[in-house]
């Protein structure tokens, strides 16, 4: 931990100091001053910060926060969200849900169809509502990654009709201000994909037409080029790009985009396992994608990691909430090198003009109000401690270093500045997070802080700040092992069923008006034309459920297949793969088709067949399979009766549950029920 010296710069200044004492008491005017690092606002300010924010979606990376219990979903949403307790974020940015795989899952459109428009599918509206109730000054920020088949008119392409598309997500935007009267800041154009021109132009026009002149663009959600040089070369495309959003920059510019004079934002950043590595990279980053690069905001993807672990990217969330089963949750170290800054600082601030690296390693940033308040932010994160998944980073040192700094201009009367600490432990050290210190006392506009490495300081003028705590939520438990839903919910609070994740296809609660019986509340899969990927989706819909090590289980569903040419549907065991992954998905998976036919595979693409034959199942009649996986054999039930067995597993140990379907087309599941032993 560092210690505060707060003697004046005369002291430390001149050499052989000790020698020299009587004389800074009699006022050495000549005594030069000692090394160190000048905040001054007199000379005018650096450029306007626009907030630290992080990502819920690219894909359905909150998933499972829905399915919370209280209070423990809000005391989680209150960790992300509250202003002065936790993270305190300025920005949420969401998928705008395309139908498609993103990451870690399908997010369901407001449009799956062409004359079809639903506002409340999914759950980052109720997100966005959320992060508003607590902090109505949040920005929200809406980007798509996939998109529904319909605007690609066949191809895999959402640009050949540019004011489809662009209808398409003005429609996004309208429908969250009529239905949830959330105001959208921002809108972005493809993630990490293709831009057009075109597009870009005629979403600003079709924005400006609808009313929605506030709503910025954000382009291109990519690398800083080709972006950057296109807006250089088209004077009408520069005019309508409100912001350059590159993802994962390692902390640089581009030259480009510096000369288009836009504001620069890391708009996909961090991305790395939650641990204190973690946490380093991103307290890094926070100060040095400004001190880099000019970049003005820094946006985490995730959130919250609320999905299933073992998917793509377990655990990269500020915080973790995987488990709304058990309630347990762990608030990360992330969270709290978040609010180093954003308990201390607001958009519409600006940086001060500073250099911003340390002599001996690490960085700072400082900022102001305006209205006379400052905030250091001071990080000595070391290169082993502070790696980012990406892209790769340079080797480089920081050590042990003092560091003076000198107030000037309208902070020079500054007397004691708050001060917050965090010590990331790594081998035989300690962990301290966001631990309040004593003031620093500023003796005629100096103080010096000894720094120690991996290290984060806030020093401000505000009385703000708050360490956040709730009770301890309940501990971890694993997925339950028997486990039943007949998704029967007269009015759903969200359209997917609990703990499902999609992997491909959208699966949603459904009213079967044609069916009174046993059957009137379903699980339907909903998605009939391949999306415009943003993956690799598969070519079957599938949904996953459970807990990836499970091994010998029972799976029982009742499934209805409506299309009565190329119908089937499946449900599975052991499956081992998803998100961008899913297309190499393997596990037992028991089909039936509605041609009358089986087939049991080891593999959701259905090309390792491991037995086939008769069923005599037909469409648009309710039937219930049985799948029964114990130790290395396999054996499946239809209607109760056995329909084979003795089918050996050869390579897949442990995985998930699902359920899915043979092909993009409607089909129903009804009383789901999983017994794990």
Known sequence: MAAADAAGGKRVGCPGWALLWGWALLGCASCPRPPGYVLDDSGGLGREFDGIGAVSGGGATSRLLVNYPEPYRSQILDYLFMPNFGASLHILKVEIGGDGQSTDGTEPSHMHYENDENYFRGYEWWLMKEA????????????PWAFPGWIGRGQNWPYNDPDVTAYYIVSW?????????????????WNERSFNSKYIKLLRYTLDKQGLQRVRIIASDNQWQPISFYMMVDSELH?????????YPGTKTVANALATKKKLWASEDYSTFNDAVGAGCW????????????????????????????LPFGRTGLMTAQEPWSGHYVVEAPIWITAHTTQFTQPGWHYLQVDGHLEHGGSYVALTDGLGNLTIIIETMTYSHSQCIRPPLLPFRVSPQKATFYLKGSFQKVKT?????????????????????????VNEGVFSLNLAVDEVYTLTTLLAGQKGTYPDPPQSKPFPSNYKDDFKVRNPPFSEAPYFADQTGVFEYFVNTSDPGGHAFTLRQVVIQRPI??????????????????????????????????????????????????????????WVF????????GDLSGKEVLMKGVSGVRARVWHTLTLKLKGSSASGLLNGYPLWENVTISETSHGWAAIGTRSFG????????????
């Not at 309208?174 to 154009?189: E, M, P, R, S, T």
């Not at 980053?285 to 609320?306: D, E, F, H, K, R």
């Not at 500045?417 to 006392?441: E, I, Q």
């Open 239 to 247: 005019k309508v790009v409100d912001i350059i959003g590159a993802h």
């Open 594 to 601: 509605a041609d009358g036919t089986y087939q049991v595979t």
């Open 132 to 143: 508003k109730k607590r902090n109505p000054s949040i920005k929200l920020i809406g980007l």
């Open 173 to 189: 935007i309208l429908g969250a201000k009529q239905f949830h009267n959330l105001d959208i800041d921002y809108v972005g154009i």
């Open 417 to 441: 500045l708050k001060m917050w600490y965090t010590k990331l432990g790594f081998k035989s050290a300690n962990t301290t997070l966001f631990h309040p210190l004593p003031p620093v006392k």
């Open 283 to 310: 307290a890094r980053i926070l100060n040095q994608n400004y001190v880099n690069g000019n970049m003005t905001s820094t946006i985490a993807w995730n959130l919250v990691s609320s999905y299933y672990e073992d």
């Open 666 to 677: 409607f089909a129903q599941f009804d009383n789901f029920h999983i017994e794990a032993s």
């Open 533 to 590: 990927t943003w993956a690799s989706d598969a070519d079957q819909t599938i949904s996953i459920i459970g807990n990836f090590k499970w091994v010998n289980v029972i799976i029982t569903c009742d499934v209805y297949i409506e299309h009565s040419v190329n119908g089937g549907v499946f449900i599975a065991g052991r499956v081992n793969n998803g998100g961008i992954y899913v297309r190499r998905s393997r596990g037992l998976f028991f």
